[in-house]
């Protein structure tokens, strides 16, 4: 009997078929290695350089800002803040957050003044999968938020499957479901797509929408590019001008009027765009960032480190056609215990893999 089982393994794993798609799996494998391709990044950071980095989107805030961190450990990585705002758009008056980090388990939380929770959970499964959780709940109905993302990176592409508000308990699927894949074609050129499929209730039909994206990147610009299902077009070019000194320009182009019925019904298409303008500057102990965009805002950013464990934040905006202004302030204090220099100088000597942020 168990000379049987042998001989239908072997049968299994030997023959001709297994054997030419084994061979021809090994064949293309290796004619992808010899391209020297390497991995573009994702979909959803395609224009990472210009819009993340260099741009005020993410950095900018008005009012008044006092953030304060108290790091116990680098490895693990563990630490507390307590954050208060004056004066600020978006921003509760009181947040205490906590984060905790290994090679495999990351998990961040957070809570403010008004009970708002937010809770953030990632871990590695392989050195190339990441599944991510994303959950927010505050008073009062429909004001919570679940968000899975299972993210897998290869030698040369990226996949990503994403779910918000993923539901089965009315009878049906429901929630929003994204899918997306970005692979390079070349040294130099990545192309990539986006599908989504959504709906809202179970007595709703779901709607569907596919997006295109392409990056190429030089030996020191990048230029990416993303066509969106309702007529939406962005694109963006990052170029570094000097080592210390990037600037970026990003353009968002709406059709309106594209969908079924197009300008035939309904009085013709609108154009709508915008274009910003960016410049990021690194300094010795500070970094200098500011924009303007073709609706007349104009801001800048001044990040200044005044002290290892101090740094001032500065940031200003004004509107000239609505003749508005905003100004902000911010201050931020790190503190560390004695023995927090000598991790830092292990983990610093350690091939471990640092969390799955």
């Not at 797509?193 to 030996?219: F, H, M």
Request: net charge neutral; charged share 20%; aromatic share 10%.
């Amino acid at each position: 009997m168990a000379d049987e089982k042998a001989t239908a393994l072997v049968f299994m794993s030997e023959n001709a078929v297994v054997t030419a798609l084994r061979d021809t799996y090994l064949s293309f494998s290796n004619r992808r290695d010899a391209l020297g391709l390497s991995n573009p990044g994702t979909v959803d950071n395609i224009a990472r350089e210009v819009q993340k980095d260099v741009l005020l989107n993410n950095y900018t805030f008005s009012g008044l800002r006092a953030d304060l961190t108290k790091a116990f450990s680098v490895s693990p990585l563990f630490q507390v803040s307590h954050a208060f705002a004056m004066g600020s758009q978006g921003l509760p008056p009181y947040t205490f957050a906590a984060l905790y980090g290994t090679s495999r388990v990351f998990l961040q939380g957070n809570v403010d003044n008004e009970g708002q929770l937010a809770a953030r959970g990632n871990y590695r499964w392989t050195p190339s999968f990441v599944t991510k959780a994303n959950a927010q709940i505050a008073p009062g109905p429909g004001q919570a938020m679940l968000q899975i993302d299972n993210d897998y990176t290869g030698k040369d592409f990226s996949a990503s499957l994403k779910s918000i508000n993923p539901s089965y308990l009315d009878g049906g699927l429901t929630g929003i479901f994204m899918a997306s894949y970005l692979q390079s074609v070349t040294p130099s050129l990545a192309l990539g797509l986006e599908a989504i499929w959504q709906r809202s209730a179970v007595n709703a039909g779901p709607d569907t929408a596919l997006s295109y994206c392409a990056k190429y990147k030089g030996e020191d610009w990048v230029a990416s590019a993303q066509l969106q299902a309702q007529g939406a077009v962005s694109t963006s070019y990052w170029r570094r001008l000097t080592d210390k000194v990037e600037a970026g320009v990003d353009l968002n182009l709406q059709f309106a009027g594209m969908g079924r019925g197009g300008g035939l019904m309904g009085g013709g298409i609108r154009k709508e765009g915008t274009t910003t303008l960016g410049a990021k500057y690194d300094f010795r102990a500070s970094t200098f960032r500011a924009q303007v965009d073709s609706s007349g805002r104009l801001g800048c950013l001044l990040e200044k480190r005044v002290a290892p464990p101090v740094q001032l934040t500065f940031a200003g905006e004004i509107d000239h056609f609505k003749q508005q202004a905003k100004i902000g302030l911010a201050v931020s204090i790190e503190a560390a215990g004695d023995d927090l220099m000598e991790q830092q100088e292990k983990a610093a000597g350690s091939t471990a893999a640092p969390p799955p942020f």
